[in-house]
């Protein structure tokens, strides 16, 4: 992984320090932690102990694993992503992670994995309870019942999109990469973003049928708004993104973004396609014709 920030060995010892953290506080093992990761214990043990550094991928695999935020393992203050809700400041950023415990953690990934292939109301408590390996009072001693744990999954959805997006953006300094490599991050293509589209997609077909004031979608999908914006400010800042209204910009790419998404995701378009197509838009509104900056 490159050093983002130019502050080497220091950084590295943050990442290092908050690993152990992270390890500590999530109640799993070293080895399970390793087998999660997809790394043997041995190269997480030397980069527990500051011998190696942590690749990206494993990076977020630990973050995943341990239920913190890649940012927060970086040491990480940037603003290269807005902080979904649960994750905003109005706390000391140097403290521990918050706790949340392996059995509640497990459970909201098997129900992620279950919602997003099965959908929510073919899913039951007792389907989740039999592979999580729990007995449904377990489930109920975490959460209220099934929407509540839907919920949950919606915010294990929001983590995993900050994390990958905290993990990648940092390295990338131009606006346009930056802005290309958001919103391939944030596309239906790979198995984990698909079932984060399919989780996103139930919330807006539950919303559309309840009162959207209720949930906390709205809010973080102005987060992944204000994360875009910023990205087109950055770029109309040095020239490399068109002039104008950077609210109504982010707003129209948003909505490209979720109108080809949908259609990846229920096979009426390929991936070949969204990306030639969303390539296109970029190129017609957004990037500067004028600008010397070549996208690679």
Do not use: C
Not at 2 to 18: E, S
Not at 146 to 161: G, Q
Not at 248 to 272: N, P, W
Request: glycine share 8%.
């Amino acid at each position: 992984m490159t050093d983002r920030n130019g502050t080497g060995a220091a950084k590295l010892g943050i990442t290092t320090q908050r690993a152990r953290e992270a390890l500590r506080t999530s109640e799993l093992s070293q080895r399970q932690v390793a087998a999660s990761i997809g790394i043997d214990e041995t190269k997480l043990s030397k980069s527990l102990s500051g011998r190696r550094r942590f690749g990206t991928e494993e990076l977020l695999g630990l973050a995943t694993a341990t239920g913190v935020t890649v940012r927060w393992l970086l040491g990480d203050e940037s603003q290269v992503s807005a902080t979904p809700l649960r994750f905003q400041a109005g706390s000391d950023p140097n403290r521990g992670p918050t706790p949340d415990s392996s059995p509640r953690r497990f459970i909201v990934e098997t129900a992620w994995d279950l919602f997003a292939r099965h959908g929510y109301e073919t899913v039951r408590i007792a389907d989740i309870a039999e592979a999580a390996g729990v007995s449904n009072a377990s489930i109920h001693y975490y959460f209220d019942g099934k929407s509540d744990l839907f919920d949950a999954t919606l915010d294990y959805s929001v983590k995993l999109a900050f994390d990958r997006q905290i993990a990648w953006l940092g390295e990338i300094s131009n606006p346009h990469r930056r802005l290309e490599r958001l919103l391939e991050l944030q596309s239906p293509i790979g198995r984990t973003a698909r079932s984060e589209w399919s989780i996103w997609l139930q919330t807006w077909a539950r919303l559309g049928l309840e009162d959207p004031y209720g949930s906390d979608y709205p809010a973080h999908y102005e987060r992944w708004s204000q994360t875009v914006r910023a990205t087109i400010e950055a770029g109309q800042a040095d020239g490399q993104f068109r002039p104008g209204d950077s609210e109504a910009m982010a707003d129209e790419l948003t909505s490209l973004l979720d109108g080809l998404g949908v259609k990846v995701l229920t096979g009426i378009m390929d991936a070949a396609t969204f990306r030639r197509r969303l390539s296109s838009y970029l190129k017609r509104t957004i990037v500067n014709p004028n600008s010397d900056e070549e996208s690679s």
